[in-house]
């Protein structure tokens, strides 16, 4: 199995991932409210390239969700912002989910056509191994990044998620997988003192939002694999259900 890695969405030229199979990493924080919105009921996670293009799907079907963020903060107009711990059952239980933000949901466009499109964060590591593991073909990862820039928090992502396989199976990566797999090598880190010093951690801990990032950082919380089918992120069920 190979492993290709992209250090940001801006490194995906259109059309390179078409047919291919891709895992969208976002950890702070759009990867991680699209698995916890699904894990709380949600029916589907959209994604949408504009604010603009959002509020016109929400005209045409007024029960839609719209969360997002610019610059961290919530959308004026939007139902939620981008933190994880507003999509509560209580919130979004049995509703679609239109998201709209700063990097992950670009990161999404650039994979659209994909063959396979799986969203991966800390909190679903291990249902994602399991995933590559029984499927076992080749992956790209596309680390989001923030604001264009490469994102030690979802390198960091991408790097266990690529520890954990090779504990499982044969996977070969690029030169940027290889550096990111180090930190893990000996089985004994600590993901907190390896991300503390982050761009990112450390700007949305300065706009108060430490509890999203202490959620965000809870290794293997949910057991679920958002996919990709049609137009939005769905649970997976079971492994053959997207080629159906």
């Known amino acids: ?137 080749d992956f790209s990862i596309i680390c989001s990044g923030t604001n264009d820039n490469f994102s030690l928090d979802d390198g960091l992502c991408a790097g266990l998620l690529l520890h954990e396989l090779r504990e499982k199976t044969t996977v070969s990566t690029n030169d940027l997988g290889e550096l990111i797999v180090m930190p893990f090598k000996n089985d004994t880190f600590s993901l907190i003192d390896l991300i503390q010093s982050a761009y990112h951690l450390k700007y949305l801990i300065s706009m108060g939002y430490s509890k999203d990032v202490d959620y965000c950082l809870d290794i293997n919380r949910l057991k679920i694999i958002p996919i990709w089918k049609k137009d939005g992120f769905i649970v997976l069920k079971e492994y053959h259900q997207f080629y159906q």
């Not at 079907?61 to 507003?86: H, M, Y």
């Open 1 to 137: 199995m190979h492993i290709e890695i992209y250090s940001t969405h801006n490194q995906v030229t259109d059309n390179i991932l078409n047919g291919k199979n891709v895992i969208i990493i976002d950890v702070l924080r759009a990867t991680s409210v699209v698995a916890t919105a699904l894990n709380n009921g949600a029916l589907k996670v959209m994604t949408s390239s504009s604010i603009e293009e959002a509020f016109a799907k929400k005209e045409k079907d007024p029960s839609l969700i719209l969360g997002g963020e610019r610059n961290a903060k919530k959308i004026k107009g939007f139902d939620f912002g981008n933190s994880p711990l507003e999509y509560t059952s209580e919130n979004i239980a049995k509703k679609s989910i239109l998201l709209c933000t700063t990097n992950g949901t670009q990161a999404v466009n650039k994979a659209k056509g994909a063959k396979v499109l799986i969203a991966a964060s800390f909190l679903n590591i291990e249902a994602v191994v399991e995933f590559l593991q029984n499927l076992n073909e």
